[in-house]
């Protein structure tokens, strides 16, 4: 059965959250519209460039690359080189301009009627004791799936992508909050909002998620197979680092 691939939106107005949007056969340009300029999908922001991003199949392969736009496209949470095609993978998750737009990529539409098959993407599996689900917007955990906010998810994914691996606080900051990262000091993500923030993830996830504090620091997702002691309690959403 022919599938058609396309990018289901999570952010990107004008579009709503769930959108799919399909992909040309050869090329798609993603960018922002004007009098002289219309790109394949077009978004209606300002920090988006004309030409921003690049879809292209070639022999069955699909790539993206940034076209050199002034806010930069990452993939997976990681900034992409202009004018260097980076692989794409079922549910890999495209960010433009920091976060403005972000897009999931899927080989199939979801109001394609499939022969028993799933009508979403496979979640990203990262370890064998969770998996990250970008459609729905959760995380599960043995038999537990446990749905999460959009700043909620894009913490844990940049943890889960990083496991066992220090993260500092200000590139979670980068991440989740785009918006901010660069504004002035009055407008800057506080150490207390993101303390709050893991305080909820762990939370919502009954504290099943390892997530270590390094005082003033970082996080570090560890390992669930390592955990030999059960979770502190989170009866305080900030003061762990």
């Known amino acids: 059965m022919h599938r058609s691939p396309c990018l289901i939106v999570e952010r990107g107005y004008p579009y709503e959250g769930g959108t799919p949007l399909p992909l040309e056969a050869g090329s798609t340009l993603l960018g ?6 219309e790109p394949h999908i077009a978004f209606d922001n300002v920090y988006i460039s004309r030409k ?13 690359t940034d076209l050199d736009s002034k806010h930069g496209t990452a993939l997976n949470g990681h900034p992409l080189t202009p004018f ?10 495209i960010d433009l301009a920091r976060g403005m737009v972000v897009l999931t990529f899927s080989p199939f539409r979801l109001d394609e009627t499939m022969d028993f098959a799933p009508l979403i993407p496979q979640p ?3 370890s064998g004791e ?8 959760s995380v599960q955990v043995g038999d537990e799936a446990y749905p999460l906010s ?18 500092p606080r200000d590139e979670i900051i980068r991440h989740v909050w785009p918006e901010r990262a660069d504004a002035p000091d009055a407008s800057t993500v506080s150490a207390e909002e993101v303390h709050s923030l893991l305080y909820r993830i762990r939370k919502k996830t009954n504290q099943r998620l390892h997530i270590e504090s390094i005082r ?17 309690s989170a009866s305080s959403p900030v003061g762990e680092g």
């Open 32 to 37: 922002r519209r004007d009098e002289q300029w």
């Open 124 to 126: 990203f599996v990262q």
């Open 84 to 93: 260097r095609p980076a692989a794409l993978r079922i549910s890999d998750r």
């Open 130 to 137: 969770y998996a990250l689900d970008p459609v729905r917007q």
């Open 52 to 64: 921003q991003a690049e879809i292209r199949r070639e022999n069955g392969e699909y790539t993206v």
């Open 216 to 232: 003033g620091k970082g996080f570090i997702l560890q390992d669930l197979a390592a955990r030999t002691e059960p979770a502190k």
């Open 150 to 167: 959009d700043k909620e998810y894009r913490c844990l994914e940049l943890l889960v992508g990083k496991e066992q691996q220090f993260v």
